[in-house]
C-alpha cells in the first residue's frame, strides 16, 4: 500500500471513529431512538479490505461499524437518518445501522438476522457471474455468525460453483458477551475453508497491509473465476457490543484501549513523514465539522409519519 492510501485510511478512520463517538452520545442522551453496534478497533481492517475493491463490487456488512458506508461514499447524515429514524436516511430511516442499503454504491446491506447475508451473496455471486462477469460480492460477518447453518450451505455451493464471492470474517473474540472459544470448535474460523476447497487466510486485522494484500489475492482469485476465499482477519473490539453494554463479562475491558490499531497508524504516518502536526490539526477540524454539520441535518429532518411503517412492505 502507498502512503497515500494508508493516509486516507488514516482519514476514514479516523472520521469513523469520531461519528460513531457522536452517535453513541446522542443515543445515551436519548435524543435518537436508534443504537449503534460500534466498529471502534475494527475500522482501519475494514477500510482496508474495502480499498482493495473497486466501485462497482458489491459488499453485504453484518452489524458492526459504519466505516463501510463511509468507505463507499454514503453520507454521514444519510447513515445518521437511518439511525435516528429520520427521513433523508438511504432506508428512508427505517433500517437503523443494520440496513443502510445504497445499491448504486454497490451496498446491499444485510438481512433480517445475521448470517443471512451469506445466502445472499450466493443470489449475488450466482447473478454477477452470468450477467456481470469480472464483479465480486464480498461478505463481511463477524465470528460469532460464521456458526451460522448458512454459511456452511453457502460456502459449499459458491465454492462448487466458483463463484466470485469472498468471505471476510472479522474475529473480536466474542459474540455479544460469549468468547469465541466457548462457541466455536476450530482454532481460527478460516480453517473451516478446507471444508469448501477454498483458500482459508488469516491476516492480523491491525495491520492494514496485511488485510489489504489478503483481500487482493482474493479479490483478484474471484475475478478471474477461481471461486471464493474466506479471509478471517483478527481484530478488536474496544467497546461493548452495543451502545449500553456495561461489559461487566469482560476481563480486560479496561486494558483494551492499548490494542487500538489507530494511534499505531497515526505513528507510523508520524514516522514516514506522511503525517505532520499541522496536517493532523487539519484532519481533526475537519473531522469534526463533517460529524456536526450531518448532525445537525438530521436534527433538523422530521421524524418519519407512523404511516410510512406499512409502506414498502413485502410479503
Ligand atoms: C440469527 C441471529 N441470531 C442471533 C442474533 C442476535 N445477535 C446479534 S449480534 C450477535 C453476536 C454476533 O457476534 P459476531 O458475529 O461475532 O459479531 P460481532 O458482534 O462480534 O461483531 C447476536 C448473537 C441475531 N441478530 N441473528
Ligand atoms: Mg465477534
Not at 64 to 79: E, K
Not at 221 to 232: D, F, K, S, W
Request: with cysteine; charged share 20%; proline share 4%.
Amino acid at each position: 500500500m502507498t502512503q497515500s492510501m494508508l493516509l486516507d485510511i488514516f482519514k476514514t478512520a479516523l472520521l469513523t471513529r469520531r461519528f460513531e463517538a457522536r452517535i453513541i452520545q446522542m443515543a445515551m442522551a436519548g435524543e435518537i431512538p436508534g443504537t449503534l453496534h460500534a466498529g471502534a478497533g475494527q475500522e482501519i481492517c475494514q477500510l482496508a479490505a474495502i480499498a482493495a475493491l473497486q466501485k462497482d463490487d458489491y459488499i453485504l456488512y453484518g452489524h458492526r461499524g459504519v466505516a463501510y458506508m463511509i468507505a463507499r461514499g454514503v453520507s454521514l447524515a444519510a447513515i445518521l437518518a437511518d439511525i435516528a429514524g429520520k427521513e433523508g436516511g438511504t432506508n428512508r430511516g427505517k433500517g437503523g445501522v443494520m440496513h443502510v442499503v445504497d445499491v448504486p454504491r454497490g451496498i446491499l446491506g444485510e438481512s433480517g438476522t445475521l448470517g443471512g447475508g451469506f445466502v445472499i451473496s450466493v443470489g449475488v455471486g450466482m447473478a454477477l457471474k452470468r450477467k456481470m462477469p469480472g464483479r465480486v460480492v464480498v461478505y463481511f460477518f463477524g465470528d460469532g455468525t460464521s456458526n451460522r447453518g448458512t454459511f456452511h450451505e453457502s460456502l459449499n455451493w459458491a465454492a462448487l460453483q466458483k463463484l466470485p464471492c469472498i468471505y471476510f470474517c472479522e474475529n473480536n473474540g466474542w459474540a455479544v458477551s460469549v468468547p469465541t472459544h466457548v462457541s466455536t470448535a476450530v482454532q481460527n474460523i478460516a480453517d473451516r475453508a478446507a471444508g469448501y476447497g477454498i483458500p482459508g487466510v488469516v491476516v492480523d486485522g491491525n495491520d492494514p497491509t496485511a488485510v489489504y494484500e489478503a483481500m487482493h489475492a482474493a479479490v483478484e482469485r474471484a475475478r478471474t473465476g477461481l471461486g471464493p476465499t474466506l479471509i478471517e482477519a483478527k481484530v478488536t473490539r474496544l467497546l461493548g457490543h452495543y451502545v449500553a453494554d456495561q461489559q461487566t463479562y469482560r476481563p480486560d475491558a479496561h486494558t483494551v484501549a492499548a490494542k487500538d490499531p489507530l494511534p499505531k497508524l497515526q505513528q507510523a504516518l508520524f514516522a514516514a513523514g506522511t503525517l505532520t502536526d499541522t496536517l493532523l490539526a487539519q484532519i481533526e477540524a475537519d473531522v469534526a465539522r463533517q460529524v456536526e454539520e450531518a448532525v445537525q441535518t438530521v436534527k433538523a429532518a422530521p421524524l418519519l409519519p407512523p404511516e410510512v411503517a406499512l409502506q414498502d412492505l413485502y410479503a
